[in-house]
């Protein structure tokens, strides 16, 4: 009787505390034993949840890297809208040469601006170097012609990022696809010494400098007109005319502008120099002149060199040329056939410079180290800006990508989002306390316990004398 006893008051206690415990916790199940079945739906559950919350950290984590890179496109963007104006005004006549200086400076600051966007860090992560996130994706270097160059170090993978089961987004752009972008339309050159893209493909990048040097002055005067100082200073290659006109006072070569001719005595009359219309110039010494008219042809030896150091002589004939220059790995073909003038001459791989060497083209030739006529440098500035345009156009379209990623993103954010709390809801109604039934049970089993105290209580009474009767 006492272990019946025993066993009916534990068994009601077991009840009452277990509705406490559910209520006191708000859980169902607290242990596997409370409902197996339940458990393993539980852990099926979780599990869906915890699945979901790397995913949305994933794409927490690639929202914060794609707004990131596009914020520092935006700044590459206003700075080559500001480069742009920069350029524009340098172009306008009314700037003077210290002027394109003080622009150049100006462009120098914005290219070096661009280096460190292009450079950017998210973390320890670089932005722009492909899946090479540890290493400077962009890197300056100095060619073996004394030239400062930016040399890309990354790779044109993808990042990729796991937002779901089967469903990856890119979270990155490759720097070359931005800021060092092929686009090859063709060899360009500045037009200084008539040189022209030869009939074979081109093979290089960047942009380089083609080098006509003027060799000799070969002509026959009959009039006493000598060259002065044997020609050493003159840049006329390939074939001329001069034209010596005594009764017009004036002496012109091909279709340059007819100078009047120096007076006897003049400072400039041993070395006055005549220019065609392509800016190539001659130096003649009237100081034995004979006053009589003339028409001469000039021949202007020279060589070419795309390196600075092979050197090949010009046929002026040839309309293939083939010029290499090893340090750059770069090979030119060249139309030599209406060279006509001496000078280095700016040659680009259009479509195959990046960024950095257009900015850097344009502060050299605003600097104009090289000493170029306003139309020449003028010339040189207009391929430059189309250039320019080039790049601007890609950043933009590399940050509108990275908007649209990052939108994606957050859709996908908001329906794991959706998923979570559907699947949280399978979960509550699976473990969670219904507190209502569980409050009943609970009233239940103190009654019950109660009862039994009750009942116990009374049975419990006999004493020995009720067994003696």
Known sequence: MF?????????????????????????????????????????????????????????QNGRSLLDTAASNLQDAS????????????????????????????????????????????????????????????????????GRESVAYNGNDEQQELLVGLGESVGVGVPGDTVFDREQRSGTQFGGLTGAASG???????????????????????????QLANGGASDTLVGTHTLTIDATAGTVR??????????ASGAANVADFTVTDENGAEIHLDFSAWDGTSSTDTVNGAGSISLDGTNWTTLDFVNPDLELTDASTGSVLHVDTTNIGRAGDDLVVFGGAVNLFDVMQGLV????????????????????????LDRHHTNVLAATSDLGARSEHLADVGNRLDDASTEVKGLLSQVEDTDYSEVVLDMSRAEQTLQLAQATSARLMQNTLLNFLR
């Open 253 to 262: 070569l091909d279709n340059g502008t007819a100078l009047a001719l120096p």
């Open 364 to 387: 050299d030739d605003l600097d104009n180290s090289q000493g170029l006529a306003p139309d020449e440098q003028l010339s040189r500035l207009n391929l430059w800006l189309g250039e």
């Open 199 to 225: 009939t074979t493909a081109d093979q290089g990048t960047g942009y380089d400098t083609l080098s006509v040097r003027h060799d000799a002055t070969n002509v026959t005067f009959t009039n006493g007109v």
């Open 78 to 145: 206003g700075v080559l809208s500001d480069a742009r104006a920069v350029v524009l005004e340098a172009m306008s006549g009314t700037q003077s040469a210290n002027d394109r200086r003080v622009h150049a400076g100006e462009l120098q600051l914005m290219r070096d601006r661009l280096l460190t966007i292009a450079n950017a860090k998210s973390g320890d992560r670089y932005l722009f170097g492909g899946t090479v996130t540890g290493t400077q994706p962009f890197e300056a270097t100095t060619t073996n012609s």
């Open 3 to 59: 272990s019946m006893i025993r066993l009916g008051l534990s068994q009601n206690f077991s009840k009452l505390a277990i509705a406490q415990e559910q209520i006191s916790s708000g859980k169902r199940i607290l242990r596997p034993s409370d409902d197996p079945v339940g458990t393993s739906q539980a852990l099926a559950y979780r599990n869906r949840l915890s699945g979901q919350d790397r995913f949305q950290a994933a794409t």
